[in-house]
Antibody
Framework: EVQLVETGGGLVQPGKSLKLTCATS????????MHWVRQSPEKQLEWVAQ??????????YYAESVKGRFTISRDDSKSSVYLQMNSLKEEDTAIYYC??????WGQGTLVTVSS | DNVLPQSPTTMAASPGEKVTITCHAS?????MNWHQQKSGTSPKLWIYDTSKLASGVPDRFSGSGSGTSYSLTINTMETEDAATYYC?????????FGAGTKLELK
């Protein structure tokens, strides 16, 4: 059974940092292109970041809205993907999902940025 | 990064009725994914590469499209199909999502 479990969300003040973790099982993680997608309180889905596999040199890509502030990384030995979020803004408030090639999704973790 | 226009924004359909949801891509010649999301749950991949049904999706669903216009069709609406459907440009960045279409049961 495929499982993706996100952790690390919470309430954080503007300008602070947070790191999300997505632990996976049930599929060949090392070959999978992994993404983070977020859903705003208004229910709009937004692609955030992608990391490709080792065979693609772990290439990374970001949405313009998070470029320079967020960093995606992965640890194939732990079948996990991470999202380091710095300089958080109130508009980053959302449920953050990790997804494997958009076919498998986690349950999401809520990030609230507020003073 | 823009949001892809979808139409309608909301709609209601009776059991047995045919339903069509449309999405407009920002460029032509791309593949489109569709995701189904029910309240309080994660999105589920429903249709990929424009016209291929994801595992477990009933064959009353179909996807089509070309150029910049793509559609998801339900041949005969069933109760369990009530949900929000999002289109998504796949295969290259940015993987832009649509604004969503909320489909309700009439």
């Amino acid at each position: 059974e495929v499982q993706l479990v996100e952790t690390g969300g919470g309430l954080v003040q503007p300008g602070k940092s947070l790191k999300l973790t997505c632990a996976t099982s049930g599929f060949t993680f090392s070959n999978a292109w992994m993404h983070w997608v977020r859903q705003s309180p208004e229910k709009q889905l937004e692609w955030v970041a992608q990391i490709k596999a080792k065979s693609n040199n772990y290439a990374t890509y970001y949405a313009e809205s998070v470029k320079g502030r967020f960093t995606i990384s992965r640890d194939d030995s732990k079948s996990s993907v991470y999202l380091q979020m710095n300089s958080l803004k109130e508009e980053d408030t959302a449920i953050y999902y990790c997804t494997a090639v958009f076919a498998y999704w986690g349950q999401g973790t809520l990030v609230t940025v507020s003073s | 990064d823009n949001v892809l226009p979808q139409s309608p924004t909301t709609m209601a359909a009776s059991p047995g009725e045919k339903v069509t949801i449309t999405c407009h891509a920002s460029s032509s010649g791309i593949y489109m994914n569709w995701h189904q999301q029910k309240s309080g749950t994660s999105p589920k991949l429903w249709i990929y590469d424009t016209s291929k049904l994801a595992s477990g999706v009933p064959d009353r669903f179909s996807g089509s499209g070309s150029g910049t216009s793509y559609s998801l069709t339900i041949n005969t609406m069933e109760t369990e199909d009530a949900a929000t459907y999002y289109c998504q440009q796949c295969c290259s960045t940015p993987y832009t999502f649509g604004a969503g279409t909320k489909l309700e049961l009439k």
